[in-house]
Protein backbone atom coordinates (compact mmCIF):
# COMPACT_ATOMS: atom_id res chain seq x y z
CA UNK A 1 0.00 0.00 0.00
CA UNK A 2 1.09 3.49 -1.08
CA UNK A 3 1.52 6.16 1.39
CA UNK A 4 -1.36 8.05 -0.16
CA UNK A 5 -3.61 5.23 -0.24
CA UNK A 6 -3.06 4.78 4.01
CA UNK A 7 -3.87 8.46 4.34
CA UNK A 8 -7.18 8.02 2.49
CA UNK A 9 -8.70 4.86 3.71
CA UNK A 10 -11.16 5.15 5.89
CA UNK A 11 -10.67 4.01 10.05
CA UNK A 12 -13.00 3.09 12.61
CA UNK A 13 -11.89 6.64 14.15
CA UNK A 14 -14.40 7.86 12.34
CA UNK A 15 -17.78 6.89 13.25
CA UNK A 16 -18.88 3.02 11.54
CA UNK A 17 -21.73 1.92 13.58
CA UNK A 18 -24.39 3.88 15.90
CA UNK A 19 -25.02 3.57 19.75
CA UNK A 20 -28.44 2.18 19.28
CA UNK A 21 -26.44 -0.62 17.45
CA UNK A 22 -23.48 -0.94 20.23
CA UNK A 23 -26.29 -1.34 22.70
CA UNK A 24 -27.87 -4.26 20.84
CA UNK A 25 -24.70 -5.30 20.17
CA UNK A 26 -24.13 -5.54 24.29
CA UNK A 27 -27.00 -7.70 24.87
CA UNK A 28 -26.17 -9.83 22.12
CA UNK A 29 -22.60 -10.19 23.70
CA UNK A 30 -24.16 -10.74 27.68
CA UNK A 31 -26.17 -13.11 26.08
CA UNK A 32 -23.99 -15.60 24.54
CA UNK A 33 -20.11 -14.22 24.87
CA UNK A 34 -19.97 -13.35 28.05
CA UNK A 35 -19.37 -16.09 30.36
CA UNK A 36 -15.86 -16.46 28.68
CA UNK A 37 -14.49 -13.02 27.71
CA UNK A 38 -16.27 -11.26 30.34
CA UNK A 39 -17.77 -8.31 31.42
CA UNK A 40 -14.48 -5.85 30.43
CA UNK A 41 -14.17 -8.12 27.58
CA UNK A 42 -10.89 -8.74 29.36
CA UNK A 43 -10.65 -12.74 28.93
CA UNK A 44 -8.00 -14.61 29.29
CA UNK A 45 -5.99 -11.26 29.99
CA UNK A 46 -8.06 -11.29 33.67
CA UNK A 47 -5.67 -12.86 35.87
CA UNK A 48 -8.22 -12.83 38.94
CA UNK A 49 -10.81 -15.12 36.52
CA UNK A 50 -11.44 -18.47 34.75
CA UNK A 51 -12.18 -17.05 31.32
CA UNK A 52 -11.26 -19.17 28.41
CA UNK A 53 -11.82 -16.50 25.70
CA UNK A 54 -9.43 -14.18 24.00
CA UNK A 55 -9.10 -10.92 25.43
CA UNK A 56 -11.10 -8.79 22.92
CA UNK A 57 -9.86 -5.07 24.14
CA UNK A 58 -6.22 -3.75 24.73
CA UNK A 59 -3.17 -4.38 23.31
CA UNK A 60 -4.22 -7.96 21.85
CA UNK A 61 -7.60 -6.71 20.31
CA UNK A 62 -5.08 -4.19 18.29
CA UNK A 63 -2.44 -6.96 17.76
CA UNK A 64 -5.24 -9.46 16.18
CA UNK A 65 -7.08 -6.73 14.45
CA UNK A 66 -5.47 -3.89 13.72
CA UNK A 67 -4.34 -3.03 10.15
CA UNK A 68 -7.71 -4.88 9.40
CA UNK A 69 -10.36 -4.42 7.93
CA UNK A 70 -13.92 -4.57 10.41
CA UNK A 71 -15.34 -7.04 8.13
CA UNK A 72 -12.33 -9.63 9.31
CA UNK A 73 -13.82 -8.98 12.93
CA UNK A 74 -17.19 -9.94 11.67
CA UNK A 75 -15.87 -12.75 9.92
CA UNK A 76 -14.07 -14.30 12.78
CA UNK A 77 -16.99 -14.32 15.27
CA UNK A 78 -19.21 -15.42 12.63
CA UNK A 79 -17.10 -18.40 11.54
CA UNK A 80 -15.55 -19.60 14.81
CA UNK A 81 -18.06 -17.31 17.89
CA UNK A 82 -19.45 -18.69 20.09
CA UNK A 83 -16.79 -20.77 21.13
CA UNK A 84 -18.41 -24.41 20.87
CA UNK A 85 -21.40 -23.37 18.56
CA UNK A 86 -20.25 -20.96 16.05
CA UNK A 87 -22.27 -19.80 13.06
CA UNK A 88 -25.68 -19.98 15.13
CA UNK A 89 -26.62 -16.22 15.43
CA UNK A 90 -27.93 -14.14 12.25
CA UNK A 91 -25.14 -11.67 10.55
CA UNK A 92 -26.93 -8.98 12.21
CA UNK A 93 -26.24 -9.93 15.58
CA UNK A 94 -22.66 -10.54 14.72
CA UNK A 95 -22.76 -7.05 13.40
CA UNK A 96 -24.21 -5.65 16.16
CA UNK A 97 -21.37 -7.60 18.46
CA UNK A 98 -18.79 -6.04 16.39
CA UNK A 99 -20.30 -2.84 17.12
CA UNK A 100 -20.19 -3.30 20.90
CA UNK A 101 -16.41 -4.79 20.72
CA UNK A 102 -15.18 -1.51 18.65
CA UNK A 103 -17.60 0.90 21.48
CA UNK A 104 -15.32 -0.93 23.81
CA UNK A 105 -12.26 0.14 22.31
CA UNK A 106 -13.08 3.30 22.52
CA UNK A 107 -13.98 4.39 18.70
CA UNK A 108 -16.84 6.75 18.17
CA UNK A 109 -20.01 5.69 17.37
CA UNK A 110 -22.03 7.67 14.52
CA UNK A 111 -25.92 7.82 12.40
CA UNK A 112 -25.23 5.22 10.48
CA UNK A 113 -25.17 1.28 11.25
CA UNK A 114 -22.67 -0.97 10.71
CA UNK A 115 -23.90 -3.67 7.83
CA UNK A 116 -22.01 -6.34 5.78
CA UNK A 117 -20.85 -4.06 3.30
CA UNK A 118 -19.53 -1.16 5.40
CA UNK A 119 -17.64 -4.14 7.56
CA UNK A 120 -15.49 -3.58 4.40
CA UNK A 121 -14.61 -0.12 4.11
CA UNK A 122 -13.49 0.67 7.28
CA UNK A 123 -9.93 -0.38 8.60
CA UNK A 124 -9.21 -1.13 12.36
CA UNK A 125 -5.71 0.96 13.26
CA UNK A 126 -2.91 -0.59 13.59
CA UNK A 127 0.28 -0.15 16.65
CA UNK A 128 0.45 3.48 16.77
CA UNK A 129 3.32 5.11 14.90
CA UNK A 130 3.08 3.46 12.10
CA UNK A 131 -0.45 3.39 10.89
CA UNK A 132 -1.37 2.41 7.09
CA UNK A 133 2.80 1.29 6.51
CA UNK A 134 3.14 -2.17 5.44
CA UNK A 135 6.03 -4.58 7.16
CA UNK A 136 9.49 -3.92 5.79
CA UNK A 137 8.61 0.15 4.58
CA UNK A 138 11.48 1.84 4.44
CA UNK A 139 10.81 4.36 7.07
CA UNK A 140 12.27 7.67 9.08
CA UNK A 141 11.81 9.29 12.20
CA UNK A 142 13.25 11.96 14.34
CA UNK A 143 13.06 11.14 18.18
CA UNK A 144 15.45 10.85 21.29
CA UNK A 145 17.50 8.18 20.90
CA UNK A 146 17.68 6.19 24.74
CA UNK A 147 19.43 2.96 26.01
CA UNK A 148 16.72 1.24 28.38
CA UNK A 149 18.40 -1.01 31.30
CA UNK A 150 18.24 -4.13 29.08
CA UNK A 151 21.05 -2.20 26.88
CA UNK A 152 18.61 -1.92 23.98
CA UNK A 153 18.14 1.16 21.95
CA UNK A 154 14.55 3.21 21.72
CA UNK A 155 13.35 6.09 19.74
CA UNK A 156 11.11 7.88 22.36
CA UNK A 157 9.25 11.06 22.17
CA UNK A 158 9.04 10.50 17.96
CA UNK A 159 6.66 11.21 15.61
CA UNK A 160 4.96 8.99 13.91
CA UNK A 161 6.87 6.82 11.22
CA UNK A 162 7.49 8.28 6.85
CA UNK A 163 7.98 6.36 4.37
CA UNK A 164 10.62 7.73 2.88
CA UNK A 165 13.03 6.29 -0.87
CA UNK A 166 15.73 3.69 -0.41
CA UNK A 167 18.57 6.19 -0.78
CA UNK A 168 21.21 5.45 -4.26
CA UNK A 169 24.37 3.88 -2.97
CA UNK A 170 26.75 6.67 -2.81
CA UNK A 171 24.06 9.50 -2.15
CA UNK A 172 25.24 12.16 -0.10
CA UNK A 173 22.82 11.49 3.22
CA UNK A 174 19.29 13.73 3.50
CA UNK A 175 20.13 16.79 5.81
CA UNK A 176 18.00 16.26 9.19
CA UNK A 177 15.25 17.95 9.78
CA UNK A 178 14.27 19.25 13.05
CA UNK A 179 10.64 18.12 14.10
CA UNK A 180 8.79 18.82 17.16
CA UNK A 181 8.93 15.82 19.94
CA UNK A 182 5.82 13.25 19.28
CA UNK A 183 4.23 10.90 21.22
CA UNK A 184 5.34 6.96 19.93
CA UNK A 185 8.49 5.06 20.88
CA UNK A 186 10.39 2.87 18.62
CA UNK A 187 12.38 0.16 19.65
CA UNK A 188 15.43 -0.04 17.15
CA UNK A 189 16.95 -3.12 15.82
CA UNK A 190 21.01 -3.41 14.87
CA UNK A 191 21.66 -0.04 16.45
CA UNK A 192 24.74 -1.17 17.75
CA UNK A 193 25.91 -1.27 13.99
CA UNK A 194 25.68 2.79 13.98
CA UNK A 195 27.78 3.63 17.05
CA UNK A 196 24.86 5.26 18.70
CA UNK A 197 26.80 5.47 21.89
CA UNK A 198 28.09 8.97 21.79
CA UNK A 199 24.24 9.90 20.93
CA UNK A 200 22.50 8.78 24.17
CA UNK A 201 20.14 11.46 24.97
CA UNK A 202 20.32 12.85 21.48
CA UNK A 203 17.84 13.73 19.08
CA UNK A 204 18.41 11.76 16.14
CA UNK A 205 17.21 10.69 12.62
CA UNK A 206 16.63 7.08 12.16
CA UNK A 207 16.56 5.52 8.61
CA UNK A 208 15.66 2.13 8.36
CA UNK A 209 13.21 -0.76 7.35
CA UNK A 210 10.09 -1.08 9.77
CA UNK A 211 8.92 -4.14 11.10
CA UNK A 212 5.74 -4.98 13.33
CA UNK A 213 5.81 -7.67 15.78
CA UNK A 214 2.07 -7.65 16.86
CA UNK A 215 1.37 -4.36 18.43
CA UNK A 216 4.62 -3.20 18.52
CA UNK A 217 6.63 -1.44 16.14
CA UNK A 218 10.63 -1.16 15.58
CA UNK A 219 12.88 -0.21 13.18
CA UNK A 220 15.60 -2.36 11.88
CA UNK A 221 18.16 0.79 11.39
CA UNK A 222 20.07 1.78 8.23
CA UNK A 223 21.10 5.15 9.26
CA UNK A 224 21.56 7.32 12.65
CA UNK A 225 22.36 10.65 12.20
CA UNK A 226 22.63 13.37 15.51
CA UNK A 227 19.91 16.38 15.13
CA UNK A 228 20.58 18.31 18.13
CA UNK A 229 22.55 17.33 21.23
CA UNK A 230 19.41 17.67 23.16
CA UNK A 231 16.41 16.32 23.30
CA UNK A 232 14.29 19.55 24.04
CA UNK A 233 11.02 18.68 25.14
C1 LIG B 1 -17.12 -20.98 25.32
C2 LIG B 1 -16.28 -19.81 25.39
C3 LIG B 1 -16.49 -18.71 24.37
C4 LIG B 1 -17.68 -18.08 24.04
C5 LIG B 1 -19.06 -18.32 24.59
C6 LIG B 1 -17.30 -17.06 23.07
N1 LIG B 1 -15.98 -17.09 22.82
FE1 LIG B 1 -14.96 -15.84 21.59
N2 LIG B 1 -13.25 -16.88 21.96
C7 LIG B 1 -13.14 -17.95 22.82
C8 LIG B 1 -11.78 -18.47 22.74
C9 LIG B 1 -11.22 -19.66 23.52
C10 LIG B 1 -11.09 -17.68 21.81
C11 LIG B 1 -9.62 -17.82 21.36
C12 LIG B 1 -9.52 -18.91 20.33
C13 LIG B 1 -10.01 -18.47 18.99
O1 LIG B 1 -9.61 -17.39 18.53
O2 LIG B 1 -10.80 -19.20 18.38
C14 LIG B 1 -12.04 -16.70 21.34
C15 LIG B 1 -11.74 -15.72 20.41
C16 LIG B 1 -12.61 -14.73 19.99
C17 LIG B 1 -12.27 -13.67 19.10
C18 LIG B 1 -10.92 -13.47 18.45
C19 LIG B 1 -10.02 -12.72 19.39
C20 LIG B 1 -8.62 -12.54 18.84
O3 LIG B 1 -7.92 -11.65 19.34
O4 LIG B 1 -8.24 -13.28 17.93
C21 LIG B 1 -13.38 -12.88 18.94
C22 LIG B 1 -13.48 -11.62 18.12
C23 LIG B 1 -14.41 -13.47 19.75
N3 LIG B 1 -13.91 -14.59 20.38
C24 LIG B 1 -15.69 -12.98 19.85
C25 LIG B 1 -16.72 -13.65 20.50
C26 LIG B 1 -18.09 -13.21 20.47
C27 LIG B 1 -18.59 -11.96 19.77
C28 LIG B 1 -18.80 -14.12 21.18
C29 LIG B 1 -20.29 -14.16 21.39
C30 LIG B 1 -21.10 -14.11 20.20
C31 LIG B 1 -17.86 -15.11 21.67
N4 LIG B 1 -16.61 -14.78 21.23
C32 LIG B 1 -18.21 -16.18 22.48
C33 LIG B 1 -14.10 -18.44 23.63
C34 LIG B 1 -15.44 -18.08 23.59
Not at 65 to 92: H, I
Request: glycine share 10%; with cysteine; aromatic share 8%.
Amino acid sequence: MTAQSALKRKTVREPAYSSEQAERGRKVYEANCVTCHLPELDGSANATAEARGAPLVGTRFVQDFGESKVSALFNKMKRDMPSGKPGTLTDQEYLDAASFVLQRNSFPSGAAELTGDTAGDFWIPGAGGGEGLSNYTYVTAVGCLHQDPTRSWLLTNAQELKKTDVPAAGAAPTPAVTEGPGEYTFRLLDAFHYSPEPHNGHKVRVIGYMVRLGAEIRVNVQALQMVSATCGN
